[in-house]
């Protein structure tokens, strides 16, 4: 397959392009890097956030916006389609690259962790990416510094003027948006860390609604995790039977029904004092080749409506 960061800096590239109907910012750093404002200052709006899934997901996936209903109000959904799950949902798509740092915390997701490869999701899918180009989105209330962008070069092993960080805060509607394209990924991470072979599953869709924008970042933690586990739908189309399916909905979790600021508050909101089985879509629907059809789990619109603030 070709270089998941080449794909993701073309994207790169045409947002770049077209920055002023996207509502994007862009800043090049003294060091060279150059960090794109999807939504920490910027007022980057739905087609910002579409545009921010196709690059976490290195434009492996087809992603799009339709309207639905949340507690009778119409809501628009997001749903991702992909026929390369292992390597766009884990590989690329996943946040799995923590920026913490004494001035700055942030995190990270996107082809850039395939260049660094540590995780153990790509020992499973046995994909490593090698390329002269960075593309890394970051996710935090401040947009990334010098010292930021010359880590991710660092551990990336590319120039810093070969590092590119589209960035948003999770209370902005590029925010919202990407958080709601994340539900096929959810349940392919739950899968995989259940023990199935992320190889083993040849297609991902998922949907899920779009949080309404809080400027608050605890509240839009809040709503756009509600949105994929009381809200996200996922049909998977997997090459064998497991024992595990039954697994991989949010409600075979004991906290299941808790509403995610309860949950975020319990732990100090430190995302990674968070259990993993936590974060799953809400209803999975598992499509075995020439085998049974699993539909598990339960979406909980009710408690959805209440976290998006529906009257």
């Known amino acids: 397959m070709e270089s998941i960061n080449r794909s993701a800096v073309e994207l790169v ?38 545009m921010l899934a196709d690059i976490q997901t290195a ?22 389609t992909t026929d390369h799950p292992g ?35 790509f020992e499973r899918m046995g994909y490593y990416d090698e390329f002269d180009f960075a593309v890394l989105t970051v996710e935090s209330i401040d947009l990334p510094n010098d010292r930021i962008a010359e880590h991710v070069a660092d551990l990336s092993n590319v120039e810093p003027t070969s590092v590119f960080l589209p960035t948003y805060a999770a209370g902005s509607t ?10 096929a990924e959810l349940a392919v991470f739950r899968l995989s860390e259940l023990g199935y072979p992320p190889s083993e599953i040849l297609s991902a869709t998922g949907r899920a609604p779009v949080a309404p924008v809080s400027y ?59 259990d993993e089985s936590i974060f799953a879509p809400a209803k999975v629907t598992i499509d075995v080749v020439d085998g049974a059809t699993y539909v598990l789990g339960e979406t909980d619109e009710e408690l959805v409506a209440e976290s998006f603030g529906i009257q």
């Open 216 to 274: 608050n970042e605890s509240v839009a933690m809040g709503r756009t995790n509600d949105a994929l586990a009381y809200g996200g739908e996922v049909y998977l189309q997997v090459r064998k039977e497991s024992n595990v399916f039954d697994q991989v909905p949010s409600n075979a979790r004991e906290e299941y029904g808790v509403p995610f600021e309860r949950i975020f508050e319990d732990a100090d909101w430190d995302f990674y004092d968070v």
């Open 87 to 121: 390597i766009a949902l884990l590989c690329s798509q996943k946040a799995g690259w923590e920026l913490d740092f004494e001035e700055y915390n942030g995190l990270g997701s996107g082809p850039a962790r395939a260049l660094v490869g540590q995780e153990t999701d």
């Open 59 to 80: 434009g492996l996936a087809t992603i799009y916006t339709q309207m639905d209903q949340i507690g009778g109000a119409p809501i628009p959904y997001v749903e991702l």
């Open 13 to 50: 590239d045409e947002a770049l392009d077209f920055a002023e109907e996207l509502g994007v910012v862009p800043t090049e750093l003294d060091c060279g890097a150059t960090v794109i404002d999807f939504g920490v200052a910027a007022d980057g709006g739905i087609e910002a956030g579409l």
């Open 174 to 183: 590029a925010g919202s948006v990407s958080m709601a394209a994340r539900a």
